[in-house]
């Protein structure tokens, strides 16, 4: 990574972070007035009460500013867009399943949220769509370049194991 590289990217950190700075206070506050608040159960120790009412999705100002930021990397440094269009696609679709576990616990109003399985059922086909993309830009990903060695290690078989245990767990 050059001297430009690293400014680059120490330069979209902080775009990230003055954005979130500036918008997390509001954001909050207009999650006080939408009563996005933390549902705590009775039954848990009394010490966790104290944090009934604390806005929940404060995480959307990093996402957005995360995203922004990316966006503003894809202007200016168009020869690697397609880097960035993954890092996009990624934050957003694993950001999606944080909204909806936050939204089940705003609208029951019950800590639980999004159910485990199901959670990662989307987290698979938020991968498994992540892959297309990958395989679509790169072409041949079967391979990981082991340097050391000058070695490219075959992964495909890899793939047809860790289905066969997800079916095997699912199923």
């Given at each position: 990574?050059?001297?430009?590289?690293?400014?680059?990217?120490?330069?979209?950190?902080?775009?990230?972070?003055?954005?979130?700075?500036?918008?997390?206070p509001r954001?909050?506050?207009?999650?006080?007035?939408?009563?996005?608040?933390q549902a705590?159960?009775?039954?848990?120790?009394?010490?966790?009460?104290?944090?009934?009412?604390?806005?929940?999705?404060?995480?959307?100002?990093?996402?957005?500013?995360?995203?922004?930021?990316?966006?503003?990397?894809?202007?200016?440094?168009?020869?690697?867009?397609?880097?960035?269009?993954?890092?996009?696609?990624?934050?957003?679709?694993?950001?999606?399943?944080?909204?909806?576990?936050?939204?089940?616990?705003?609208?029951?109003?019950?800590?639980?949220?999004?159910?485990?399985?199901?959670?990662?059922?989307?987290?698979?086909?938020?991968?498994?769509?992540?892959?297309?993309?990958?395989?679509?830009?790169?072409?041949?990903?079967?391979?990981?370049?082991?340097?050391?060695?000058?070695?490219?290690l075959n992964?495909?078989?890899?793939?047809?194991?860790?289905?066969?245990?997800?079916?095997?767990?699912?199923?």
């Open positions: 990574m050059s001297n430009s590289d690293t400014v680059f990217a120490i330069s979209l950190l902080l775009v990230a972070y003055f954005l979130t700075v500036l918008m997390l954001l909050i506050k207009y999650l006080h007035v939408l009563k996005f608040g705590i159960r009775e039954e848990g120790p009394q010490s966790h009460m104290h944090k009934k009412g604390t806005p929940t999705m404060g995480g959307i100002s990093f996402i957005i500013a995360i995203v922004v930021s990316l966006v503003v990397a894809m202007f200016l440094d168009s020869a690697n867009i397609q880097y960035y269009i993954l890092f996009i696609y990624t934050t957003i679709s694993f950001s999606i399943i944080g909204y909806i576990d936050d939204m089940l616990i705003v609208v029951k109003k019950i800590n639980d949220g999004l159910a485990p399985r199901k959670k990662l059922m989307l987290q698979i086909l938020f991968s498994v769509i992540f892959y297309m993309l990958v395989t679509f830009i790169y072409k041949d990903i079967n391979y990981i370049h082991i340097p050391v060695f000058d070695y490219n992964i495909s078989y890899l793939y047809i194991i860790f289905l066969s245990i997800l079916a095997n767990w699912f199923f």
